[in-house]
């Protein structure tokens, strides 16, 4: 349209900004999966025998499902075969000793972080809110901040190692319980090799005073990165969470199969929220991470409640389904969901709602973006169990296209088995429309500045839920990811 | 301020303005009337740089520019406002950050700083006022679930917010009862000024009772077939559209 825009020009040229790689020394295993490559990682970590014993059982399951080829192929995603022998599953910045405090990490590693937008200097805060971070440096957590403002208050915010020494009972409990390691192809292979993660327990009527928060960073080339969270959150406690993720340019595919665990008791309530910026692949659809995560939350206690939250702008290919089963009666899940595709992005995205007890609520709402080949699809379950008396659920799914040669699909399965169930659900699919980007243009704006306000409007029921800076950050990369999609 | 050519032009591949000539000096108001379907949205798109709408023949000078040649947003930022006939809805898009948003566009166009949250709410409830428009409004999504009268505030809002050179008003009387007729007029009136052209393009005779054009131009099958003063849009009302007859 209008190629004089120079705004049109300098957003067509701009790079994924993230793209760069940190030069750091790193302690890495020989490509391949075996036993042995599982004991390896487990000795590194000094494990107890109890959680070896785990990876093993998931490696077992994992290689028959090889076997078997049980790598999902219902999803409406295309991809080369993955050769599992060809992925690094271990590499961490040297030295990896445990740092006691903040001055003894690598300062080319603090850069790195800084670099991304993250201080992971107390003193240093950039947004001017508290929020403590974990630090996920490919296979390991580098660090986290404000742990001892948390302790105070019983808080336990820590990598998911630190756990596993410091917290063994609480690991022990939870790990697997609302994942079990052979819950699907992705997952299995995660609980396998998993090397790190975040781990939060909130206690007994506690409400986290800041924001939690872990970000993510793929950095060596050939690895791939598993790690695990589990978040715990106690009778009457409550929490929020934030998650980002960022990845080097580089031509070939990476891997990244996370396990999310949540567990809220009664009375608790978790807020998840995710942005996703891995790599998406340059224009032609080269490189780019394959996100494959399987994300699930517990509502086991009665009148607890878990909200996802996630804008998925990254990732050659996303295949993610945050989901929550809804245990206690009176229990609330909630989904929010943007996914934008552009170039020959894939995602195929949705989640689950699964109502167990009584009076259980779901509220799903989903909007995908789709431009120049992106390809998206909305899939979503909601089952309804025989003893979820009076459960109901909302769903809404809006798909906006630009451009004619991207799609976009909605699959929602509904399965009711309690008659007194009330479940609704509205989907949409509209193209952006010209003369709201001629009346944009009317008023002076550019068409870039235009597409962007209109997508962020229509995204505005999901942003809303993000907490406040990480909204501007999404709104940011909404516009960013849409480069080049007009022209 | 804008001379229009011999100007002929298409709504998509058919050909609708045939053969316009028209010059409108800063300061004055001209109206064009015409019935349904003779071509005056399609001028007012034509002017405004719709995609979909092409120049076949004739040329346009806004300013002593060239019109046609610059990007839609640039003639925008330029000063040339269309008030649209159906203004657009935008979901999920806010009334105020979008005026601003707008408002900021053109400042920085002219080359003048932009206005902070504070500076732009105090200018905006002021013009507020003069269009009767409720706060509330601002708050809510652009134009979605708008009345018809509040849309068309809303369209005199920007424009007094804008400031532009040149304003083209596509029937902004539609649909308006009487007190929203003589709100948008009063908005209207307030921004004649000596160095501002405005063109306003109604069906019906009574806008033009509260905005008193100096020029008269009546458009049937896309050409202008009669011109005149105040009154000719007083004999139009009482004769009819039949009296003008069809140029082919
Ligand atoms: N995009 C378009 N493609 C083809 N014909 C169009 C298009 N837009 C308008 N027209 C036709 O052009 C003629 C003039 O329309 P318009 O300018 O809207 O008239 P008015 O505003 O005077 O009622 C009508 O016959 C209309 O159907
Ligand atoms: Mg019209």
């Known amino acids: ?37 599982v004991r390896l990682i487990s000795a590194k970590k000094e494990e107890p025998a109890w959680l070896l014993d785990f990876r093993l059982k998931a490696l077992a399951r994992f ?10 192929g219902w999803a409406k ?74 302790e105070k208050q019983g808080i336990i915010f820590c990598s998911f190692s630190e756990a596993v020494k410091n917290h063994p009972d609480l690991i022990k409990k939870y790990l697997g319980s609302v994942v079990p390691y052979s819950d699907n192809f ?28 872990t970000y993510f960073r793929i950095n060596s080339a050939g690895t791939g990165q598993f790690e695990r969270t589990l978040l715990v959150a106690d009778e009457g406690a409550s929490v929020s969470y934030l998650e980002g993720c960022t990845a080097p340019m580089r031509d070939e595919n990476q891997l990244h199969a996370a396990v999310v665990e949540l567990v809220a008791l009664d009375d608790a309530s978790i807020k998840y929220s995710t942005v996703q910026n891995w790599y998406p692949g340059d224009k032609n659809g080269v490189g780019g991470i394959y996100n494959f995560v399987t994300k699930r939350g517990a509502c086991r206690g009665k009148r607890s409640k878990i909200s996802w939250t996630q804008v998925e702008t990254g990732s050659a290919i ?52 789709s431009a120049g080949r992106g390809q998206q699809t909305y899939r979503g379950l909601v089952k309804i169990g025989r003893k979820a008396e009076g459960a109901r659920n909302y769903s809404q799914c809006d798909s906006l296209l630009l451009g004619s040669e991207c799609g976009a699909h909605t699959f929602p399965y509904l399965d009711v088995e309690n008659p007194s169930a009330t479940v609704e659900h509205e989907a949409t699919t509209s193209k952006i429309g010209e003369d ?16 962007s306000i209109i997508v962020n409007g229509f995204c505005k029921e999901v942003l809303r839920e993000l907490p406040m800076e990480f909204a501007v950050e999404a709104q940011n990369l909404l516009s960013l990811s849409l480069e080049g999609s007009v022209g | 301020m804008l001379e229009i050519k011999n100007l002929h032009a298409n709504a998509g591949d058919t050909p609708i303005i045939k053969g316009i000539d028209l010059n409108i000096g800063a300061g004055e108001v001209h109206a064009i009337m015409g019935p349904n379907g003779s071509g005056k949205s399609t001028l007012s798109n034509v002017l405004a740089g719709r995609p979909g709408y092409s120049v076949t023949r004739g040329e346009v000078l806004y300013a002593g520019q ?54 732009f709410l105090s200018i905006c409830e002021e013009k507020m006022k003069l269009v009767e428009m409720p706060s509330d409004l601002m708050s809510r999504s652009i134009n979605e679930g708008f009345s018809g009268g509040e849309k068309k505030r809303n369209e005199i809002l920007q424009m007094l917010l804008l400031e532009p050179k040149l304003c083209i008003l596509d029937e902004t009387d539609s649909g308006l009862d009487i007190d929203a007729l003589r709100v948008v007029a009063e908005g209207v009136n307030a921004m004649r000024s000596p160095d501002r052209a405005m063109l306003v393009i109604t069906h019906y005779q009574r806008l033009l009772d509260y905005i008193v054009p100096d020029r008269v131009h009546v458009l049937s099958g896309g050409q202008i077939v009669r011109s005149g003063g105040k009154e000719l849009a007083g004999e139009l009302e009482a004769k009819g559209y039949g009296w003008i007859g069809n140029p082919e």
Request: with cysteine; glycine share 6%; proline share 5%.
């Open chain 1, 1 to 37: 349209m209008s190629a004089q825009n120079p705004e049109l020009e300098r957003l067509a040229n701009e790079e994924y900004k993230y793209g760069f790689v940190s030069d750091i020394e790193s302690d890495q295993i020989a490509p391949g999966l075996s036993e042995e490559v």
């Open chain 1, 63 to 72: 290689q028959e499902m090889l076997e078997e080829k049980h790598e999902p």
């Open chain 1, 77 to 150: 995603v295309d991809y080369p075969e993955i050769n599992y022998q060809d992925i690094i599953y271990y590499s961490a910045p040297k030295p990896s000793v445990e740092v006691e405090s903040l001055d003894e990490v690598d300062p080319e590693l603090l850069r790195t972080y800084e670099k991304l937008g993250i201080s992971l200097d107390e003193q240093k805060r950039l947004s001017g809110v508290k929020v403590a971070v974990d630090a996920v440096f490919d296979s390991v957590s580098v660090a986290t901040t404000y742990r001892a403002e948390l």
């Open chain 1, 186 to 213: 992705f997952a299995c292979l995660n609980s396998a090799v998993f090397s790190d993660g975040s781990f939060a327990y909130i206690p007994k009527g506690v409400r986290c005073p800041m924001e939690l928060s």
């Open chain 1, 318 to 369: 996303t295949w993610k389904y945050p989901s929550c089963i809804l245990q206690g009666d009176d229990s609330v899940g909630e989904f929010y969901s943007v996914a934008m595709t552009n170039n020959y992005q894939q995602a195929d995205t949705g989640t689950k709602m699964i109502h167990i007890g009584k009076n259980t609520k779901s509220t799903i709402i989903s909007k995908g973006i």
């Open chain 1, 436 to 451: 709201q980007i001629f009346y944009c243009l009317q008023r002076g704006l550019s068409e870039e500045d235009a597409i």
């Open chain 2, 66 to 119: 060239n019109l046609l040649d610059m990007p839609t947003e640039i003639r925008a930022r330029e000063g040339v406002f269309l008030a649209f006939q159906y203004p657009v809805e935008i979901p999920g898009v806010g009334n105020s950050y979008f005026l601003k948003t707008s408002v900021n566009a053109v400042r920085t166009h002219r080359g003048e700083d932009e206005l902070d949250a504070m500076d």
